[in-house]
């Protein structure tokens, strides 16, 4: 299995072309012979073809350049059906959602939508009218869900890099059941437009990766605000840094510990409590009941009406559509009553405060991602009791606006998994990475169902800080143009290449060596989109480089096409005067390529 990483060092050292990477990767998918996998699959010629428009220079900085990634089938991906695991309710998207739209701008090629508990109800991965996907450990086990043919996907070594959902611990408990890296972003963090919603208040798109590095550098790709998501956030994502010092981990009480008998388990969360005091972690035990309350509301409360609120026309129109575990679990919502939902929107304020003053004293919460891991015979037999005990860590995380880090913490010979997930408050992602990336390469557990030993932890950027700052570019320091080096110089690395809301106008500024534009903000009054790409250079780096700007450019705040903000280059409104406007090239890429006289 090669990471995120090795594919685009690949691709940049010319060891491998994008093109041949996807061919490998479909062949993968052929040999391994999984239908329940994938849902549906790319046209492989179309695929191909998107890969080797990847293989100019212009793609060579792209973060994400020619990776495969496979996404939940309740995600939109333009070109292939969108199910939620249920045929009834299919419909073809004209676009992209969101998060495959930044995908795709950071050279990531999607090969299809992967199977999943039908409308992401479910933690098993045993509830779609598509098949079980085959646990990549172990075939008696479950999958987990119910993001189940991504974490398979990824575990098996088809694809490096896979999107689940996650609302009540979808993005979690196939990672553990599949030994693999699963993030839960903030909520808000990840744009949800397009995407199917279980609850929309508590949906977040999640990440599989093998390796906390890889996922990081997707996440790093996919947040940003989304003004068209009614439920973003305008939160920052800070940089990976060194382990904080002091670092002290929230723990359950080790008589309020639930494994429901699995000693194994235990002794295995002992371990890892262990391996974190060794890294530095001080442990601190904490009362989990509000917790644990703040599950139950879960299925009992108005978010159960939520998900009715979502697939309740269909259960209506078309009972027999859905999987009968599903239906009959969404179909209790409808018996939710207002005064029931207000009732439960009291009680959770309560608990949130008291989550509040719990991590004022502990900078995050280190729990098993599940009490025990379960066959696929043992949840036909008893489908809601299993899947129910599977989300006693899981279920409270998005209702508390806490963000989640499942990393894999053992692996027995029999083929067992256990794994820990690490949670903090909302905003605190840089932070649960920083200690999850260290805390998986310490236990040098093999990647996935591979036996391959994982890769050496990279070394993190030298920043003072550990701040980096985002600084949108338009002109010659684009990659590939004249001054694209001096911004290497400053230690930058391309995020992504994506454009300006329709606001702007481009001018060629006279009397520059070289040749450079002037990007001005027009408003409503004629503006178009104008391209560009986004670097992220370390704030001291930024601030030397920002030093070095000549007039009349300056930096200011530019808004993006999908709504939102970045630090970029502007110029003065006096500098345009008798400058030639060159908006209708869109570009000044376009310009330089296209036009015999720049300036």
């Excluded at 003004?227 to 723990?251: I, N």
Aim: net charge negative; glycine share 10%; charged share 20%.
């Amino acid at each position: 299995m090669k990471t995120v990483v090795e594919i685009v060092e690949a691709h940049r050292s010319r060891a491998m072309t994008p093109a041949q990477t996807l061919a490998r990767t479909f062949e993968r998918i052929r040999a391994h012979s999984d239908p329940a996998i994938f849902i549906s699959l790319r046209d492989e010629a179309e695929a191909m073809a998107e890969a080797e428009a990847l293989a100019g220079p212009d793609a060579r900085d792209l973060p994400l350049w020619g990776v495969p990634v496979a996404v939940k089938d309740n995600i939109d991906v333009a070109g292939l059906p969108t199910t939620a695991a249920c045929p009834a309710f299919a419909y073809r998207p004209p676009h992209d959602s969101a998060v495959v739209e930044r995908l795709r701008r950071a050279g990531a090629i999607v090969i299809g939508k992967t199977n999943l508990d039908q409308f992401a109800t479910g933690l098993v991965g045993t509830r779609s009218p598509y098949g079980v996907p085959r646990n990549a450990l172990d075939a008696r086990f479950i999958p987990g869900g119910s993001s189940s043919g991504s974490a398979v996907a990824v575990a098996a070594g088809l694809v490096p890099l896979a999107l689940g959902t996650d609302t009540a611990g979808s993005g979690r408990i196939p990672a553990l059941m599949n030994n693999i890296v699963g993030l839960k972003p903030s909520l808000g963090l990840v744009s949800t437009r397009g995407v199917v919603p279980a609850c929309r208040t508590l949906d977040c798109v999640s990440v599989f990766a093998a390796t906390v590095d890889d996922a990081w550098t997707a996440l790093a790709v996919m947040a940003g605000f989304d003004a068209d998501d009614p439920y973003a956030r305008r939160r920052t994502l800070d940089p990976l840094a060194k382990l904080p010092r002091p670092l002290r981990v929230g723990v359950p009480a080790a008589a309020d510990r639930i494994f429901f008998d699995d000693a194994r388990a235990a002794r295995d969360y002992e371990a890892a409590l262990a391996r974190l005091g060794s890294l530095g972690a001080t442990l601190v035990e904490v009362d989990m009941a509000p917790f644990h309350e703040t599950a139950q509301l879960l299925y009992d409360g108005p978010w159960l009406a939520e998900r009715y609120a979502a697939a309740g026309d269909l259960i209506a129109a078309s009972p027999e559509a859905m999987h009968p575990v599903t239906r009959g679990i969404i179909a209790g919502g409808a018996q939710i009553s207002a005064v029931d939902a207000f009732k439960a929107f009291y009680r959770l304020e309560n608990l949130r405060r008291i989550a509040e003053n719990v991590f004022r004293d502990i900078h995050m919460l280190a729990v098993p991602t599940a009490p025990t891991v379960h066959t696929v015979d043992e949840v036909m037999a008893d489908p809601v009791t299993l899947n129910s005990r599977l989300g006693t860590y899981t279920n409270f995380v998005n209702l508390l606006d806490l963000c989640g880090l499942a990393v894999p913490a053992a692996l027995h010979g029999d083929t067992t998994p256990f794994g820990i997930t690490l949670l903090a408050p909302g905003g605190a992602d840089a932070l649960l990475a920083s200690v999850g990336r260290v805390f998986h390469a310490d236990t040098r557990l093999p990647l996935g169902a591979d036996a391959r030993a994982q890769p050496p932890l990279a070394a993190l950027p030298g920043t003072a800080a550990g701040d980096m700052v985002m600084l949108a570019v338009v002109g010659a320091h684009m990659s590939g143009l004249a001054l694209n080096s001096e911004l290497r110089g400053y230690g930058a690395q391309m995020v992504a290449k994506t454009s300006t809301s329709r606001d702007y106008r481009l001018f060629a500024l006279a009397g520059t060596e070289p040749a450079r534009p002037g990007l001005l903000r027009v408003g409503g009054n004629g503006g178009v989109a104008i391209e560009l790409e986004i670097w992220s250079l370390s704030a001291t780096a930024f601030g030397r480089f920002v030093a070095a700007i000549p007039s009349p450019l300056s930096i200011g705040t530019i808004r993006l096409a999908d709504g939102g903000e970045v630090k970029g280059f502007l110029v003065e409104a006096e500098a345009t005067a008798g400058a030639r406007d060159i908006s209708s090239y869109g570009g000044w890429r376009a310009f330089v390529t296209r036009s015999p006289a720049p300036v």
